[in-house]
């Protein structure tokens, strides 16, 4: 009989421990300010403290740098679409091929140009406090851009190879 109470006890143990985990979680989620993530559309906004005027004039350029953006990949999407039908048919010629490969390119540099000119409007109208601020964000956007994994490396990644290798590895494709 012994050994089914303290066979209750572990489970009587574990049982308040989900409840007790299931309660820091509801906690977290509705009574945090954020929950577990803010909106990464407020990143600017909370990291550069707008006042009420700016975030109004920052939230309208937000809007319309989205819409514009929006309506670029959805014609880059249908182009992609278009260029990639092209796999069915066997006589088509290369310069086709690169003709709408650099019509995508175009369009992606549209992109890139429409969000240049709107982080353009949104560092003028910075204090310059915050245009120092600005700038450190986003020279630390691009890095992380830049990665390949849009991520810091693994800790495990081991470091270039750069001593004699062995006779049995093959070069590296360069």
Same mark, same amino acid.
């Not at 005027?53 to 920052?58: E, F, H, I, L, P």
């Not at 086709?96 to 003709?99: A, G, N, P, R």
């Given at each position: 009989m012994k050994e089914n109470n303290k066979y209750r006890f572990i489970w009587a143990a574990i049982g308040l421990l989900l409840v007790l985990n299931i309660g820091l *979680?509801?906690?977290i989620m509705f009574f945090s300010a954020n929950g577990f993530f #803010?909106?990464?559309r407020l990143f600017l906004e909370n990291e550069l403290k707008?006042?009420?005027?700016?975030?109004?004039?920052?939230?309208? *350029?937000r809007q319309q740098h989205a819409a514009q953006v929006r309506a670029l990949r959805e014609t880059v999407k249908s182009m992609k679409t278009e260029f990639y039908e092209e796999l069915s048919q066997?006589?088509?010629s290369d310069s086709?091929?690169?003709?709408k490969a650099i019509n995508i390119e175009t369009k992606m540099a549209e992109v890139d140009l429409i969000?240049?000119?709107h982080f353009q409007q949104v560092r003028r109208m910075c204090t310059p406090q915050q245009q120092k601020r600005f700038d450190e964000l986003i020279m630390d956007l691009i890095r992380t851009i830049d990665r #390949?994994?849009?991520g810091p490396p693994p800790r495990n990644a081991r470091p270039p190879f750069d001593g004699p290798r062995p006779s049995n590895m093959p070069p590296p494709n360069e």
């Open positions: *979680l509801a906690w #803010p909106p990464k707008f006042d009420q005027k700016q975030s109004d004039a920052y939230r309208i *350029l066997e006589n088509i086709t091929i690169k003709s969000t240049f000119k #390949p994994s849009g």
